[in-house]
């Protein structure tokens, strides 16, 4: 069955350190991926897109890399500070650029 | 742009009773997804619109549920009859040409309390 996971349901790291949120997938074949962000109460806030024929994408502290062979991406925030404190959801494309699914989403906390 | 509107913010009923949501997209997208979001399920597309014309709707999850977008500016999701288990948070976004290559920006989202 298809499914899209992410890593752990909430995440705890120390003000200054890299997060690192993982999405694995089964079973989609996506061309796109991409990294929302949600504060509690908000909509998803669009961070970074990857196509499938690209292995790393880079946005100020943010790096993204797509691995279609293990079918999983990794978002990482360097210099983490509180203010990243949010939920991450990733979001694929299921029908090359007509539709989209999302994960389950990670709690991303970082502590002063 | 104001972004994507959605009204009402929150709405409480009572089971039976019609539920209607709103949506204003930004000008000129052409794209407008509608999204219902619970603990349990996390983020799921219900349907979508490109040029007002509804193009998937498999995630509509009953014939309660219906969509219209009589213009570029407007959207309704309507629930009827609404029971408890549609209690969740109900968002709308658009986007312009495929929201998969490009960002969906979202609206604020509707709180729907089913009783």
């Known amino acids: 069955s298809q499914k899209i996971e992410q890593n752990s349901e909430a995440l705890n790291i120390q003000e200054g350190k890299t997060a690192t949120l993982t999405c694995n997938y089964t079973?989609?074949?996506?061309?796109?991926l991409q990294w929302y962000r949600q504060d509690p109460g908000r909509g998803p806030v669009f961070l970074l897109l990857i196509r499938e024929n690209e292995k790393e994408k880079r946005k100020e502290r943010l790096k993204v890399t797509f691995d279609t062979t293990l079918k999983q991406s990794l978002f990482h925030i360097t210099a983490s500070q509180p203010a990243d404190s949010a939920t991450y959801l990733c979001a694929l494309d299921i029908a090359y650029g007509q539709n989209f699914v999302f994960g389950p989403g990670t709690r991303l906390s970082v502590l002063p | 742009d104001a972004g994507v509107i959605q009204s009402p913010r929150h709405e409480v009923t009572e089971m039976g009773q019609e539920v209607t949501l709103r949506c204003k997209p930004i000008s000129g997208h052409d794209y407008l997804f509608w999204y219902r979001q619970t603990m349990m399920r996390g983020l799921e597309l219900l349907i979508y619109?490109?040029?007002?014309?509804?193009?998937?709707d498999s995630g509509m999850p009953e014939d309660r549920f219906s969509a219209k977008m009589p213009n570029a500016s407007f959207s309704t999701l309507k629930i009827q009859p609404s029971e408890p288990r549609d209690s969740a948070v109900y968002f709308c976004?658009?986007?312009?040409?495929?929201?998969?290559?490009?960002?969906?920006?979202f609206g604020p989202g509707t709180r729907l309390t089913v009783l």
């Open positions: 079973n989609y074949s996506p061309a796109y």
């Open positions: 976004a658009s986007s312009q040409t495929s929201g998969s290559y490009n960002e969906q920006f």
């Open positions: 619109f490109n040029n007002n014309v509804p193009i998937d």
